[in-house]
Structure formats: C-alpha cells, structure tokens
C-alpha cells in the first residue's frame, strides 16, 4: 500500500516569509498528526485530527501556525511568518485508530529552513 | 499532560554487545508504549510495541519491558549490529502519542 506522502521536502525561506506543507496520509487512516523535529530532539506533536474534526491542538503556536485537514483526507500545515526558530522537520503520520493498533506511519517529512 | 523521559541520550557499544534504554512517563493512564527507530535523515519506524497489560514482548533481538507499578518501560537490543545504529524513540499513548527525547545508539564494529 502507498505510504504517507509529503511535499515539498525541502523548503528554504526567509524569516517572516510564510510557507505551506502538504500530507496525503495511507488511505482509509482517520486520525493524521503533524509533528514538529528540531534537530536532536524527539517530534512534538503540534496537531492531531480525527477525519476533519481537530483532537488537540495545544502544542501549535496558533498565532503563526495553521492547519486543516478538508474532506477528512490530505491535511496543509501552514506557517506565516515564519521565525528563525521555526526551522525543523515536519512530520506527517497517520493511523487507523479504529483497528486499535495505535500504530503511526510516518511521512519523509518537510525539511524547513528559515534564514 | 503526559510527559516522557528517555535515558541516556547517547549510547556507544561494541557490535554484538546488548544496549539498553530506559522511559519514564508520567499519566497512570497511558496505555500503549511504542519504540521507534530513526536513521539519519529519514521517518521514524516502529520496531517493537508493548500494551499496557503486558509486562514484556520480544520479536528477536529486540524485547521491551514495561512496569506499570513504577510507569518506566525500557528497549533492550541484544547481539547489536552496526546497522543498528540510530536515533531510537521511545512514545507513550493516552489519546495522543508523546516522544521521549531520544537515545542516538553507535554500535562499533
């Protein structure tokens, strides 16, 4: 089966410059999560969803941060402005949560730069 | 909220030694603890899980033990190889799955 696909996977920008990830999770997944890898540290979970409805969102720093997930299916994460602290890996995972295995697949990921 | 401790952060053995990390975590209530492999540069994957009504699960040279009593769980690898170096997270699920820091894991050969 087709795994999790993200786009782009790389993205360099300047500070207060906004940019825009993409996720299409494995079909049939209900619940998509973007996380948050700075460099040397474990992912942070910035937005889960379950179809189009969002679980939890208190780690997403709403005032620059954004997200939605349409039609219960691809999600955008979006960020404006951007800060040199922005500067991460972001992944995308889904699962599927009603067969119970709690298992996350994730994507390569978006590597961001924020000069 | 749920928090995750993971120790150590850095861990070198030689090829065919066991290595060992070791989770805290602190919600009584979280369920489901999963172990996570990353090489550089590319996603994280599951290798092993445990659930929280089982003590301990092995899948070949990879075992992880959980006391719930204590809520530390931990990853053991034995007869380690250098390809399995890498960054290994550890995870604990109530709801939404939280990340230790991390144990970057150099076999040397």
């Given at each position: 089966e087709a795994g999790v696909a993200q786009s782009p996977r790389y993205k360099i920008i300047e500070k207060r410059q906004s940019v825009a990830f993409w996720c299409n999770p494995i079909s049939g997944h209900a619940t998509l999560y973007w996380y948050q890898q700075i460099l040397g540290q474990g992912p942070k979970l910035l937005i889960q969803f379950q179809n189009n409805g969002?679980?939890?969102?208190?780690?997403?720093?709403k005032d620059r941060f954004s997200a939605e997930r349409l039609k219960g299916v691809d999600s955008t994460l979006k960020i404006q402005?951007?800060?040199?602290?922005?500067?991460a890996v972001y992944l995308c995972a889904s699962s599927d949560l009603a067969r119970g295995t709690g298992e996350l697949f994730f994507g390569e990921g978006s590597r961001l730069t924020v000069l | 909220g749920e928090n995750v401790e993971q120790h150590p952060s850095t861990l070198s053995v030689q090829e065919g030694d066991s290595a060992v990390i070791k989770c805290t975590y602190?919600?009584?209530?979280?369920n489901y603890f999963p172990w996570y492999k990353q090489e550089l540069g590319k996603r994280p994957q599951l290798i092993i899980d445990i659930r929280s009504n089982v003590g301990e699960k092995k899948d070949q040279r990879i075992a992880v033990t959980l006391n719930k009593t204590a809520k530390h769980f931990s990853l053991h690898i034995t007869e380690?190889?250098?390809?399995?170096?890498a960054v290994y997270f550890c995870a604990a699920i109530r709801g939404k799955l939280i990340f230790g820091q991390g144990t970057e894991l150099s076999v040397k050969p």
């Open positions: 969002v679980v939890d969102d208190s780690q997403l720093p402005p951007a800060k040199l602290e922005d500067s | 602190s919600d009584s209530a979280s380690t190889q250098p390809e399995d170096s």
